[in-house]
């Protein structure tokens, strides 16, 4: 059998030629004791959001601190989650494939998922699947 290491290269090959799927659970990698967890980028948002109602409520009133309240809320909600959610993925993405120990820690937490692409029945799942035999199974050595 093949090393941890040598089967996270394999992994590492296979995803950049896209010939596997490494799955992100962004719920479960957006807790603090993940290590792609970002206080900042996930509280920052509303704390811009709440200085500019503050100043919309000093510099125009309650109407237009509730006006600026909806919209804080709509764009809290819609557009800046997504980004926030597509940064921790890229973040969760490379932290996995830069080395070994990284993959595992993710793996642990249940963040990841591999399969093959459209092959439901290779799914592999964090933390209760085994990622070695799954890259042993179906990745052969890197090229």
Partial sequence: MASRTA????????????????????????????PVFNRAENSAPFFVAMGAVFAALYFGGWI????????????????????LMLRL??????????????WQRLWDLGGLTLRMPSRDDTLAESPEGDWTRF??????PPQ
């Fill in 89 to 102: 993925r890229r973040r969760a993405l490379a932290y996995a494939l830069s080395d070994p120990e990284g």
């Fill in 64 to 83: 237009w601190a509730l006006a600026v309240a909806g919209t804080a809320l709509i764009l809290m909600a819609t557009g800046l989650q997504y980004l």
């Fill in 135 to 140: 890259a042993s199974r179906y990745l052969g």
């Fill in 7 to 34: 089967l996270h290269e394999r992994i590492v090959a296979a995803a950049s030629a896209q010939a596997v799927e490494v799955g992100i659970d962004l719920r479960r990698l957006n807790e603090p004791d993940s």
